[in-house]
């Protein structure tokens, strides 16, 4: 993706101290184990990647709150997000693994858990699992109403997280379903999630506007890595003004009522915004 890379860990922490300085509320941690496997034995291990960056942010640039995306399809050999049984992804042995990831990254000191891999029940697997592990003060924050979307590509391949076969349908959701996604986001609540996102953002600024009327939560949305690598493709064609693109992008997200953006442009438009 333009203008990102995979970082080492200490790439990393140069990378937190500047978002820490230019006032970002936070970051977001997405690990890419050296091994993978079925598994995704590397998702919770704890000396696996994730752990030993959040463990590192937490050491060397205190005050930045870290975010972790628990999920397994960067952590498994077949890019699922979680344990394929009879060529489909098994719910209820991928709650196990959710709660022990869950877990782990916050015994590494993860300010916020954000899964996003929709599986039934998992927030409430995670409650239990965090819960029971001495940590019922960290807050989950649920990727409620994640659509099944084309606009992840860029993200998959900078993750190396395709799936080898098949499509994330079955447990994603369908971007014809608009009253679906407040069903979803009314369950994750039930579950404990203490904050609910959107994703993608852009293509669903309609859910996003009803979840702001419906809920009474911090409401996040995530501008995902299509609708970023699109601006900027079209700014490097000379088609759009990337600056005035990029606002006028993440002023609609805000207007459509989301209370916070999770977004590949944040450092630019912090220093745009100031
Ligand atoms: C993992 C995950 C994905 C994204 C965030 N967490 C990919 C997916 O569901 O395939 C996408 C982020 C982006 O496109 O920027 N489940
Ligand atoms: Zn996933």
Redesign the pocket.
């Known amino acids: 993706m333009p203008g990102h890379a995979q970082l080492s860990i200490d790439q990393l922490l140069r990378e937190c101290e500047q978002c820490r300085s230019l006032g970002l509320g936070g970051v977001i941690l ?1 690990g890419i184990p050296e091994r993978k496997d079925e598994m995704a034995s590397e998702a919770y291990a704890a000396e696996g990647i994730t752990q030993r960056a959040i463990r590192a942010i937490k050491r060397e640039v205190p005050g930045l709150l870290v975010i972790t ?1 628990v ?1 397994h ?1 960067e952590y498994t050999s077949h890019g699922h ?1 979680g344990f394929v049984k009879n060529g489909d992804v098994d719910n209820d042995t991928t709650l196990k693994w959710l709660a022990k990831t869950a877990v782990s990254h916050a015994r590494a000191g993860a300010d916020i858990l954000a899964p ?2 929709m599986m039934d029940g998992r927030v409430a697997a995670i409650r239990a699992a965090i819960d029971e592990a001495g940590f019922s003060n960290t807050p989950i924050l649920s990727y409620a109403a994640k659509y099944a979307s084309v ?2 590509s ?3 391949e900078a993750a190396e ?1 395709t799936p080898q076969f098949g499509d ?1 349908r079955s447990y ?1 959701m369908d971007p014809a379903n608009g009253r679906e996604a407040l069903r979803e986001i009314a369950l994750d609540l039930e579950e404990g999630a203490d904050m609910v996102m959107v994703k993608p953002a852009m293509p669903y600024l309609d859910v996003i506007r009803q979840a702001r009327d419906a809920f009474d939560v911090p409401l996040g949305a ?1 501008q ?3 609708e970023f690598s699109m601006i900027v493709a079209a700014a490097g064609n000379g088609w759009l003004d990337l600056e005035r693109a990029m606002v006028e992008s993440l002023t609609s997200i805000r207007r459509a009522g989301a209370d916070f953006t999770l977004t590949y442009f944040a450092k630019d438009a912090a220093q745009l915004l100031g």
Request: charged letters at 20%; aromatic letters at 26%; proline letters at 5%.
């Open positions: 997405f995306d999920c399809c997000c996003s891999d606009f992840y860029p993200f998959r997280s994330r994603q995530y995902v890595s299509g």
